[in-house]
């Protein structure tokens, strides 16, 4: 808190303490995700291409998947914690930014049970509302997240005049911003049906934050298992939510 007072004070006038902001003590969450694959020792040997680099490849893309899921529905319970986890348009999350309970993102609702919105402006106004809720300072890096979907139902959306509301260069695939902001493809985010969470906009790097505590590291084990060679991999890697008003989620919700 603050207040004003004169240049200078009155005789005897005193400057007492303003309201002080308190702290909460915020906690990485970690995981360790891990794989252990077998190759025998004979295809290590014969086979026309490099398996061992082949096979570090697939590990590498197996790890990036399930990465990318956790940061979004992690429980935390030996994986990291996601943004959406424990999320759901209850009275507790749907409160603005001042009121609402520390370290959760608010969620606003679509207004209807099972879509978007009835009609094109209802979903194009929910999503400028969206916008509107997110303070100024974090819009200049905030983005929408959604998956291929609900992207491509925004892609068709039409106005009465029979335009597109997001104005499609043939030349590309589809719309890749909407009100300017990049339109972000996350194929982990929920399609949209009664209850889900579609949608997420914001500053995700203010709001959320992922830690690589150690980065990929595979051990070979040719001894375990005589004839074979088997390619023990692991990562820890952690989350923490960083500034819930740097992110809105949008929840298919009466």
Known sequence: ASGWVGEVPAAGATRGNTGSPELAKVSAVFGEVYASPKA?????????????????GEVAREFTEQENLAFLTGNGTNKPVGILNDLAPTAAYIKPDATRDFGKYQVIKSGVAATLG????????????????????????????????????????????GEYYLQR??????????????????????????????????DFAAGYQVIDRVGMSMLRDPYSAHGSVSFYTRKRVGSMLLNTEALKVVAVAA
């Open 40 to 56: 025998y020792q004979h295809v290590l040997e014969d086979a026309f291409f490099n398996v061992e680099a082949w096979l570090s």
């Open 118 to 161: 009835a009609t094109s402006d209802a979903v194009i106004n929910l999503l400028r509302s969206v916008v509107l809720n997110t303070k100024t300072g974090y819009l200049p890096n905030a983005k929408f997240m959604m998956n291929r979907e609900t992207h491509a139902l925004l892609v068709d959306l039409k106005t009465t005049d």
């Open 169 to 202: 260069n043939i030349t590309e695939a589809a719309a890749s911003r909407l009100f300017g902001f990049e339109i972000v493809i996350n194929d982990d985010m929920a399609s949209i049906a009664a209850g889900a969470l579609p949608i997420i906009f914001g």
